[in-house]
């Protein structure tokens, strides 16, 4: 049983993004209440941090903790290409050599309870194995919830505000009808675990690994974790992927022997348990604030998997959702106009890492023409890849981009390299 009835603000689900704005509001000194239907510290996907989230980390004053746990440090990206070419790794530090050029891949479970635990220490209320089983979004707040408890128990909770942050579950655009998939979007997921897996070794840095297999119909994450452990992720088209007849351990395998980059690393590796499976996780939201309510992370909207931008976008979309659901909350104005108007300077940022996913999945596009034809869009594309999308001018790489994407779509040759 939870003992209060009533709160300024409830926040549903304990991912990033609900614990980072569950810390942020109550901080403020509002009542907040944060709900997680699993027990804490439970599973989840999506290990690879971008950079940009270390000024996050630093407003929640948590750096220190990251490092204490222990995850591992990431220090940049690297492109397999369907033949198996490597690319130079590509380490942050060489284009910034501050402490926010680094991340982390860190073990979701670990990472939550960092979270869930801040959230608590800075005075929210905190319950997991707590299901929400009925939202009332009245025309005016207070707003209603039915929870229940791992018990059994349950109850009616009001609020003031609901920052819904449950996840792909969605709870409110589901409830609402806001959710829309994109058409050309329709990925799935076969991931896993693996022991004795190849790492960097030798002192080398450790980077997340994009691995193309040799059809370029699907891609594979190669991300490397503490305990000897790796994430391996298998994402391509969904009928591609999940309607081939056979299990998904068959269609993971068969793509391994058909990615040389993948096959290699594995070599020597045990897989750790059994795959899991994600279909059509990419969609958006029509509306991402309301009276009373407003959505964060995954709730509001997911792209894609392959620039590590989940996460990312969890804790920047729950920062800027939180500081107006506590100005709103210090002013006694929660209208969608107060909750929801941070939600354009994000979807602005939000479309560019859109467009650079959509380039990826181009199969006649390709990053190291385009970036041998145009240099001088190194450090856009620096920027689009560590998260630094909402300032600066990352965008400016899709002048020429979009025009070179038009051409190589349509068949139309296009120039390896430019004079200047």
Not at 117 to 146: F, M, Q, W
Not at 163 to 190: F, N, T, V, W
Request: aromatic share 10%; charged share 25%; hydrophobic share 35%.
């Amino acid at each position: 049983m939870i003992a209060n009835r009533s709160y300024d603000c409830v926040v549903i689900g304990a991912g990033p993004g609900g614990g980072a704005a569950a810390a942020l509001v109550a901080e403020q000194g509002f009542s907040t209440l944060l709900l997680e239907r699993d027990k804490m510290p439970r599973f989840h996907v999506g290990e690879s941090l971008m950079p940009e989230t270390y000024w996050i980390f630093e407003r929640l004053g948590i750096l220190h903790e990251l490092d204490k746990i222990g995850f591992t440090r990431k220090n940049g990206v690297q492109f397999v290409n369907s033949a198996g070419k490597e690319t130079a790794p590509f380490i942050f530090r060489d284009v910034d050599d501050r402490d926010c050029s680094e991340s982390w891949h860190v073990q979701r479970d670990k990472f939550d309870q960092l979270l869930y635990e801040t959230a608590y220490n800075r005075g929210a209320t905190c319950a997991d194995e707590t299901r929400v089983l009925d939202i009332d979004i009245r025309k005016k707040s207070p707003h209603r919830l039915t929870i229940k408890s791992a018990g059994g128990k349950e109850q009616d909770i009001s609020t003031k505000v609901i920052i819904d942050a449950s996840g792909q579950q969605a709870m409110i655009a589901s409830r609402l009808g806001l959710k829309e998939y994109y058409p050309d979007l329709k990925k799935a997921a076969i991931w896993g675990y693996f022991k004795g897996a190849k790492r960097a070794g030798g002192g080398n840095p450790e980077v997340t690994c994009i691995l193309h297999t040799e059809s370029k119909d699907a891609w594979f994450w190669y991300i490397p974790l503490g305990n000897e452990t790796v994430s391996v992720g298998l994402v391509a088209d969904n009928d591609y992927l999940l309607k081939r007849g056979g299990s998904p351990q068959q269609t993971f395998e068969e793509q391994v022997k058909q990615c040389v980059g993948i096959k290699s690393r594995l070599q020597d590796a045990q897989q750790v348990g059994k795959l899991n499976i994600a279909k059509e996780f990419s969609y958006r939201t029509t509306q991402q604030a309301g009276d009373g309510w407003v959505l964060v992370g995954d709730a509001g909207g997911f792209i894609d998997p392959i620039y590590s931008s989940g996460v990312y976008l969890a804790l920047k979309s729950a920062v800027m959702a939180a500081d107006a659901v506590t100005d709103g909350l210090h002013k006694n104005d929660i209208s969608e106009r107060q909750l929801g108007r941070w939600t354009g300077d994000y979807e602005s940022g939000v479309d560019l890492l859109r467009r650079l996913v959509r380039a990826f999945y181009t199969k006649e596009f390709s990053f190291g023409q385009f970036m041998k034809a145009h240099p001088r869009h190194a450090g856009n594309l620096t920027d689009l890849l560590i998260g630094r999308v909402f300032e600066g001018n990352a965008g400016e790489i899709f002048e020429d981009m979009d025009p070179w994407m038009e051409k190589v779509r349509a068949g139309e040759e296009v120039p390896q390299v430019t004079a200047s």
